[in-house]
């Protein structure tokens, strides 16, 4: 089965360095296989027999502190979750004129409650919740009217992990059989 693991937090401002290439090879010596990684932030994509997301998670999660040094949260999705995902997103909702933002929610958020933990502004901020994600879509034009400048350091902030919508939409290509 393909999952891809999304860490949080890596190679921002030069902190928590890792090397994709050595997250390569770490992921693989955990026995998965046709691992590959997509842009710096931190994407593996890999097959394993069917496992609960979670416990991947915690497995890659170990074996990262272990080969880097440092601990790095990871959630982890199947396929089938961001196919649903990646659908799920408005054709026009890009990252041009918009900013489109997808929210992956550690397992505690992935439910439609954690909407409320937003406080979205009328008319500005366009938030949908499908499948332990949040898409966030507005006019760059707007952000500073928006509730997502307020969102870095919220309680959901601290449990989630983004990724904009044109890496979304390839690591779902990247994934397709």
Known sequence: ????????????????????????????????????????SGNVIFEADKTKESDLALKIEKAIHVHFGFPVQVVVRSQKNIEKVAKTIPEDWENEIHKTDILFLWDEYASKKSLRLIEPKEGIDNLIYTNGAIVWNLDRKN???????????????????????????????????
């Open 1 to 40: 089965m393909k999952y891809v693991a999304l860490l949080r937090g890596i190679n921002v401002g030069g902190n928590n360095k890792v090397p994709m290439s050595e997250l390569k090879t770490c992921v693989e010596e955990l026995g998965f296989e046709n691992v590959s990684t997509y842009i710096n």
């Open 143 to 177: 952000y500073s009217k928006s509730a997502m400048n307020r969102f870095i350091g919220t309680e959901l902030y601290k449990n989630m992990t983004a990724r904009n919508v044109n890496t979304v939409r390839k690591l779902f290509d990247l994934m397709k059989d």
